[in-house]
Nanobody, 123 residues
Framework: QVQLVESGGGLVQAGGSLRPSCTGS????????MGWFRQAPGKEREFVAA????????YYADSVKGRFTISRDNAKNTMYLQMNSLKPEDTAVYYC????????????????WGQGTQVTVSS
């Protein structure tokens, strides 16, 4: 089991950058595949990026590919999402999630979730 806490969201102008992070409790953080998802008002939760247990493999939604970078530091029990060239349509609550087994984009397969951090991009 793992408890996840996101931080590092905020308000930024279009074209700017943010780097939210997700810290997990316990000694099993490195056993989990991790992902970032987001949910904008009135929209369904959508996949953003995922990373394998070791960090050696990553996967991105087309909408963020080339702008966002997912990474993790298992020694610090922390995952990051470097977001560059932000657009107003990136505005959402960003959630981190953890799952056993292979990383992926299906949010239904993730067992553990953080409380979310708000990212707002102004035009």
């Amino acid at each position: 089991q793992v408890q996840l806490v996101e931080s590092g969201g905020g308000l930024v102008q279009a074209g700017g950058s943010l780097r939210p992070s997700c810290t997990g409790s316990g000694r099993t953080f490195g056993s989990f595949a991790m992902g970032w998802f987001r949910q904008a008002p009135g929209k369904e939760r959508e996949f953003v990026a995922a990373i394998s247990q070791t960090g050696g493999s990553t996967y991105y939604a087309d909408s963020v590919k080339g702008r966002f970078t997912i990474s993790r530091d298992n020694a610090k029990n922390t995952m990051y999402l470097q977001m560059n060239s932000l657009k107003p349509e990136d505005t959402a609550v960003y959630y981190c999630a953890a799952k056993w087994g292979r990383y992926g984009s299906d949010y239904g397969s993730y067992e553990y979730w953080g409380q979310g951090t708000q990212v707002t991009v102004s035009s």
